[in-house]
Nanobody
Framework: QVQLVESGGGLVQAGGSLRLSCGAS????????MGWYRRAPGKQRELVAT???????RYADSVKDRFTISRDNAKNMVYLQMNSLKPEDTAVYYC???????????????WGQGTQVTVSS
């Protein structure tokens, strides 16, 4: 069993900061890419940021220069530092990870349950 759990969401004023955390647990051999996605009410889920096992990052244009994704491979953790938050950042944020559970096998995508981020004006 593999489980991803997000934390760190909440209510923050515009211009403020939040740091989201996501931990993977269970039978894990290795974790490849990890990322953060979000879904605002009435909108499609969109990519926020991704990071490869080697540390290569990718960001949505809407969050570039404001958000920073990072990971701690030893702890099976991925983080999203969100600065200069805007009301339009309000959404449920989901953690994603491509995880291999066997030495000889394929990585599969796993998702967290989501954490609410609300930015007030």
């Amino acid at each position: 069993q593999v489980q991803l759990v997000e934390s760190g969401g909440g209510l923050v004023q515009a211009g403020g900061s939040l740091r989201l955390s996501c931990g993977a647990s269970g039978s894990i051999f290795s974790i490849n890419a990890m990322g953060w996605y979000r879904r605002a009410p009435g909108k499609q889920r969109e990519l926020v940021a991704t990071i490869t096992s080697g540390g290569t990052t990718r960001y949505a244009d809407s969050v570039k220069d404001r958000f920073t994704i990072s990971r701690d491979n030893a702890k099976n953790m991925v983080y999203l530092q969100m600065n200069s938050l805007k009301p339009e950042d309000t959404a449920v944020y989901y953690c994603n990870a491509d995880i291999r559970t066997l030495r000889y096998g394929t990585s599969y995508p796993y998702w967290g349950q989501g954490t609410q981020v609300t930015v007030s004006s």
